[in-house]
């Protein structure tokens, strides 16, 4: 700690006489910028008083033109010295440490090379025609990264959602994921047609103490030994949403570009979605023997591997009232057929 401690101090005192040296030297050359115009200026006088003796030029001649070389000079010395009174000043004002943007065209292919220099030297150096990309004229897809939270639950063959086994408030679902939207029209924007890829996590709690457990091709809730903390089934999905948007926008048109803008729009979106299942997982908490036990089981559970629903959207720009159900089931070849359904709001970023 004591070795940083020093070297950053002995960087911090170097730096400072670094910059300290700078400048005395720029007060220097401040002094020998007047030297050099007034002798500069003794040199252009001789000259002309040659002229005058030669007869090249009469006397008023010769007192217009010094006046001339005698306002150049000393408009050239309040210039250069008024540029070092202020790179003193930076120097100071800065502690050395001055940043100055430097633009160069060269001649190789018209590119155009960007750097960063400090202190006169270049320390970042790049080609801005690199990231440069010509704009478009009229832009027709867009994309979002999409993210939805809320809750989730399943609709069981013969019962209403009231008589769900599983929690209302804690069971819940997560999504995120990348959507392109492109204009169906050619001039109109009133239709988008949405589509992108997301990660799904459904998650499930069961009431009552229950967990689920695999019999065979079956998976049912049954009492646990113990009293759960917790016990909650996970399925995590990727799929491939398509929508069609339906909404107004906003049309913009300059000379270079043509924009339809939905910020601040009311839109709906009807859909469906498409994809696999990536796996399937219980987490359950309880206490035995005073003991804390946390068991993650991952199995298949007879979940279904196919994922395939119908989803839908509305709301105002960015922030959406969303639903997706899905019309596979959850378990396959059960006896009582459940589906998952899930509620909650989406956000278009």
Do not use: C
Request: hydrophobic share 35%; aromatic share 12%.
């Amino acid at each position: 700690m004591a070795t940083l401690v020093f070297l950053l101090v002995s960087h911090q005192i170097l730096g400072q006489e670094d910059y300290e040296k700078e400048i005395k030297a720029l007060k220097i050359e401040r002094e020998r910028i007047v030297e050099q115009e007034k002798e500069a200026l003794k040199v252009e006088v001789k000259d002309i008083n040659r002229r005058l003796e030669r007869g090249d030029i009469s006397e008023a001649e010769a007192k217009v033109l010094k006046e001339e070389v005698a306002k150049r000079r000393a408009m050239n010395i309040e210039e250069r010295v008024a540029i070092v009174d202020n790179r003193i000043s930076l120097l100071e004002r800065n502690e050395g440490q001055v940043l100055t943007l430097s633009e160069l065209d060269t001649l190789d292919n018209d590119r155009t090379h960007i750097g960063i220099m400090i202190d006169g030297k270049p320390a970042i150096w790049f080609n801005s025609n690199r990231w440069k990309k010509d704009i478009k004229y009229d832009r027709r897809t867009y994309s979002d990264f999409v993210m939805a939270i809320g809750l989730n639950n399943a609709l069981i063959e013969g019962q209403s959602l009231d008589d769900s086994p599983y929690k209302i408030d804690g069971s819940r679902f997560f999504e995120m994921g990348w959507q392109w939207r492109t204009r169906v029209f050619e001039n109109s924007n009133w239709l988008r047609l949405n589509y992108g890829f997301s990660f799904q996590f459904n998650g499930l709690k069961p009431k009552d103490n229950q967990f689920f457990v695999k019999n065979g091709d079956q998976t049912v809730l049954e009492e646990f030994e113990y009293d759960l903390d917790k016990s909650k089934l996970r399925m995590d999905n990727l799929v491939f949403p398509v929508h069609f948007e339906f909404g107004p926008s906003r049309f913009r048109k300059t000379e270079r570009t043509i924009r339809y803008s939905i910020r601040d729009q009311f839109r709906v979106g009807l859909g469906g979605y498409g994809g696999f299942n990536l796996g399937t997982r219980q987490k359950l908490k309880y206490s035995r023997d005073g003991e804390d036990v946390k068991d993650k089981l991952k199995r298949d559970y007879n979940t279904s591997d196919l994922i395939y629903g119908v989803s839908g959207y509305m709301g105002f720009d960015g922030v959406l009232l969303y639903v997706k159900y899905d019309l596979n089931p959850i378990f396959q070849d059960a006896d009582i057929k459940q589906n998952n359904i899930s509620l909650g709001l989406r956000f278009d970023i």
